[in-house]
């Protein structure tokens, strides 16, 4: 039976080093960049079928990026929507 195409949304976060640290910024800059080897839009859709497991994948949004708070620590951060369509 044919069920349709199922849609998908995740959430992404990406720390990467405390917030008080001058290269978390350089590093999370790179993750944010719409190019690049470290970019995670790049790394994401490089292959849109997700090695044949879905027609489509998509980051469609950047969000909250700044601070996260984790076991009393204050680490940079940033949020990837990423949707599936499968």
Same mark, same amino acid.
């Given at each position: 039976?044919? *069920?349709?195409? =199922?849609?998908?949304?995740? =959430?992404?976060?990406?720390?990467?080093? +405390?917030?008080?640290?001058? +290269?978390? *910024? +350089?590093?999370?800059?790179?993750?944010?960049?719409?190019?690049?080897?470290?970019?995670?839009?790049?790394? !994401?859709?490089?292959?849109?079928?997700?090695?044949?497991?879905?027609?489509?994948?998509?980051? !469609?949004?950047?969000?909250?990026?700044?601070?996260? *708070?984790?076991?009393?620590?204050?680490?940079?951060?940033?949020?990837?929507?990423?949707?599936?369509?499968?």
């Amino acid at each position: 039976m044919n *069920q349709g195409l =199922t849609l998908f949304n995740f =959430t992404v976060i990406v720390i990467v080093g +405390r917030a008080a640290e001058k +290269r978390a *910024q +350089r590093k999370l800059d790179a993750y944010c960049s719409q190019d690049g080897a470290s970019s995670i839009k790049l790394a !994401v859709e490089s292959d849109k079928s997700l090695g044949g497991n879905a027609y489509d994948v998509r980051v !469609v949004g950047m969000n909250n990026i700044g601070s996260l *708070q984790l076991n009393d620590q204050e680490y940079l951060a940033a949020e990837f929507s990423v949707t599936v369509y499968a």
